[in-house]
């Protein structure tokens, strides 16, 4: 059961101690990305690794609200090439994801770290790997539009 904290008579979270303020930060986070303005996306970002690192989950609503802002915040800070923080991210999703039972995001997780790690320029074998991870996700989830997006990648980057 998700617990709410409620300090003031309005019922706001204030203290932007709940769920609900993470949500909006990696909302407006997400807004502002798609605005080109990068210094605000930066700003609701960076609230977010440490906030999503000590995360409490009461319930299935949580897992799914926590793994959609791991998945969005490391797909951020990836696409601002700042792998390490991407990379922990997108791993901690892949993590609770296994340990959930949960493949939703993992598909496009583990496509975000196989052209994270081009960028790092890790060893074409880690490569190859997560881009058959990602494939395999992405067709057992029957994820047509990704399945199309990892062959194009494996084309161009020669990476089967």
């Known amino acids: 059961m998700l617990h709410f904290n409620f300090k003031s008579g309005n019922g706001l979270d204030e203290e932007h101690q709940t769920i609900f303020s993470q949500l909006a930060y990696v909302g407006l986070g997400i807004a502002y990305e798609h605005g080109k303005n990068f210094e605000r996306a930066d700003f609701y970002f960076s609230k977010m690794p440490q906030q999503l690192q000590s995360q409490r989950m009461y319930g ?19 696409y601002r090439e700042d792998f390490v923080t991407g990379n922990m991210l997108l791993q901690s999703l892949i993590h609770m994801s296994s340990k959930r039972h949960v493949t939703f995001y993992v598909a496009r997780a583990q496509f975000r770290l196989a052209r994270n790690f081009e960028g790092q320029h890790v060893k074409q074998a880690v490569i190859n ?17 990704l399945i199309s997006r990892i062959e194009r990648y494996q084309n161009q980057y020669k990476t089967k």
Do not use: C, H
């Open 129 to 145: 790997e997560t881009i058959r991870d990602a494939y395999a996700f992405a067709k057992f989830n029957g994820n047509q539009k």
């Open 60 to 78: 299935v609503d949580d897992i799914w609200k926590t793994l959609t802002m791991l998945f969005y915040t490391g797909n951020y800070y990836s």
